[in-house]
């Protein structure tokens, strides 16, 4: 009878232990998994990210360009080019902001690999850059527009634009690119 009770006594001991065990490797395989998941998510849209840059930048020296020859005299006759610019800009913008929220969304704890730790660490300042060089830009082009108003009694409407203020995405208090560095 003792052995049949130690018997039973070592079961009733090793089998949770056992499905403990288990558990603990189960839960690990599906988080390495789901943190696989997550690192691809965020070098994807980074990826992305970085040709969304290099595409607004373009846009941007062309906008800039554009800007540095503008006289309200011939306005009307540019307006169509400078905004079809600014859709550009807006579509550019809007493609990097979703792929800054889904990077946001997932770098919410380290990771073991280094370079996703390195995006996750430095992506909102760019991305923070990027936006209040935007709105800079469109709060210049749309003050351009109220001189215009003003100088040829016209009302042309402003231009409408993805972010209505300068943001601080990290939080610092400086506006990185904002024209004023104060967020108004």
Same mark, same amino acid.
């Given at each position: 009878?003792?052995?049949?009770?130690?018997?039973?006594?070592?079961?009733?001991?090793?089998?949770?232990?056992?499905?403990?065990?288990?558990?603990?490797?189960?839960?690990?395989?599906?988080?390495?998994?789901?943190?696989?998941?997550?690192?691809?998510?965020?070098?994807?849209?980074?990826?992305?990210?970085?040709?969304?840059?290099?595409?607004?930048?373009?846009?941007?020296?062309?906008?800039?360009?554009?800007?540095?020859?503008?006289?309200?005299?011939?306005?009307?006759?540019?307006?169509?080019? %400078? $905004?079809? =610019?600014? &859709?550009? @800009?807006?579509?550019? !913008? #809007?493609?990097?902001?979703?792929?800054?929220? /889904?990077?946001? +969304?997932?770098?919410?704890?380290?990771?073991?690999?280094?370079?996703?730790?390195?995006?996750?660490?430095?992506?909102?300042?760019? %991305? $923070?850059? =990027?936006? &209040?060089? @935007?709105?800079?830009? !469109? #709060?210049?082009?749309?003050?351009?527009?109220? /001189?215009?108003? +003003?100088?040829?009694?016209?009302?042309?409407?402003?231009?409408?634009?993805?972010?209505?203020?300068?943001?601080?995405?990290?939080?610092?208090?400086?506006?990185?690119?904002?024209?004023?560095?104060?967020?108004?």
């Amino acid at each position: 009878m003792n052995k049949k009770l130690k018997l039973v006594l070592g079961l009733v001991i090793i089998i949770p232990i056992a499905g403990i065990i288990a558990l603990i490797i189960l839960l690990n395989i599906n988080n390495t998994k789901t943190t696989k998941r997550d690192m691809d998510v965020i070098n994807t849209n980074y990826n992305q990210l970085i040709d969304n840059v290099t595409a607004y930048n373009e846009v941007r020296e062309k906008y800039a360009k554009e800007m540095e020859d503008f006289y309200l005299d011939n306005f009307l006759k540019k307006k169509e080019e %400078y $905004e079809e =610019l600014l &859709n550009q @800009y807006n579509v550019l !913008i #809007n493609k990097i902001d979703k792929n800054a929220k /889904e990077i946001s +969304s997932k770098c919410n704890h380290l990771y073991k690999d280094g370079s996703i730790n390195k995006i996750c660490n430095t992506y909102g300042k760019s %991305y $923070e850059k =990027l936006v &209040n060089l @935007y709105v800079g830009d !469109i #709060n210049g082009y749309n003050t351009r527009i109220s /001189e215009f108003n +003003s100088y040829k009694s016209q009302n042309i409407p402003q231009f409408n634009m993805v972010h209505l203020e300068y943001i601080d995405y990290d939080n610092d208090g400086i506006y990185e690119g904002a024209i004023d560095n104060e967020g108004k």
